[in-house]
């Protein structure tokens, strides 16, 4: 059994993490409220805005628009824009996306030529780390997401789709479904395709268009696209802070228990150190009066 100092020292730094980690549970459950508020306001926005550009696109027939953000090529170059955070902790966050990224290389895309557009430190670190090829990493996105700059990244990856650099864009980000629940998601950016048609048969195409619907639709498929990734980033940081609040919560809960173990362990040995000056001071006793 461990002796009365190591005991106190354990108990101390175990006490000292809880603090630490209860504290980062509180920050990461404030950031969460505001970062859900924001992920929760825009949908509705970018469902609609969807949900108009597929009436477009059913609308228009194929090849008739001209639009090279739609047209289906060859496919030999892939872009995988790998969303995750700058900080750790956050339990199977990052390790999920890097495992999906991972998926995608040797899967569905082995036969292809894989680029990454890494978003966030860690992502980049172990992709890069890992020998894949990193295309761009932008850190700063995660830090102060704000849509001018997500409107630049997009400008960039629908110029190399244009430019024929890759035949194929998707996004990999965690999901937010609630604090305890975070899903990956794999979604195909570039090209744009229309919905299934068994979807086609239920969208009400009988607009009025001005001035034409070719005009409309090449003037809304960068907007719409700007607006997929800006989500994207805004799910990936809810559910960061999620995900943080709940590994936190567990950590807090697991030093407590360690913390009252070694509370134990150590009231125990100052018992048995208690009982063992005891019998000393008797057996020195008798000794005297024998």
Do not use: C, W
């Amino acid at each position: 059994m461990a002796n009365l100092k190591e005991l106190r020292n354990r108990i101390n730094s175990v006490s000292s993490t809880m603090q630490i980690t209860s504290a980062m549970k509180m920050v990461s459950a404030a950031k969460l409220s505001k970062a859900q508020d924001a992920i929760t306001k825009m949908r509705p926005y970018a469902d609609k805005l969807t949900q108009l550009l597929q009436y477009l696109s059913v609308s228009v027939e194929t090849g008739d628009s001209g639009n090279k953000l739609t047209e289906e090529r060859e496919l030999k170059n892939v872009l995988i824009v790998a969303i995750t955070s700058n900080k750790g902790l956050a339990g199977a966050f990052n390790a999920n996306i890097i495992k999906k990224v991972r998926e995608l290389a040797v899967g569905e895309y082995k036969e292809q030529n894989i680029a990454l557009l890494t978003i966030g430190k860690k992502g980049n670190e172990v992709l890069n780390y890992k020998k894949y090829i990193i295309d761009h990493n932008d850190d700063s996105l995660v830090a102060d997401l704000k849509y001018a700059d997500v409107a630049k990244l997009t400008d960039k990856i629908i110029a190399d789709f244009v430019a024929e650099t890759y035949d194929k864009v998707v996004i990999i980000y965690n999901h937010f479904k609630n604090a305890g629940t975070q899903i990956v998601q794999v979604e195909q950016m570039l090209p744009l395709v229309p919905p299934a048609k068994e979807e086609q048969k239920e969208i009400n195409t009988d607009y009025i268009f001005e001035p034409v619907k070719e005009d409309i639709l090449a003037e809304l498929m960068p907007k719409a696209l700007k607006m997929q990734l800006y989500k994207a980033l805004r799910d990936s940081i809810a559910s960061e802070h999620g995900a943080r609040m709940t590994a936190m919560h567990k950590a807090t809960d697991n030093a407590t228990e360690l913390r009252n173990d070694l509370k134990l362990s150590y009231n125990k040995a100052r018992q048995a150190a208690i009982t063992n000056e005891i019998l000393e001071i008797v057996a020195g006793a008798e000794a005297l009066n024998s």
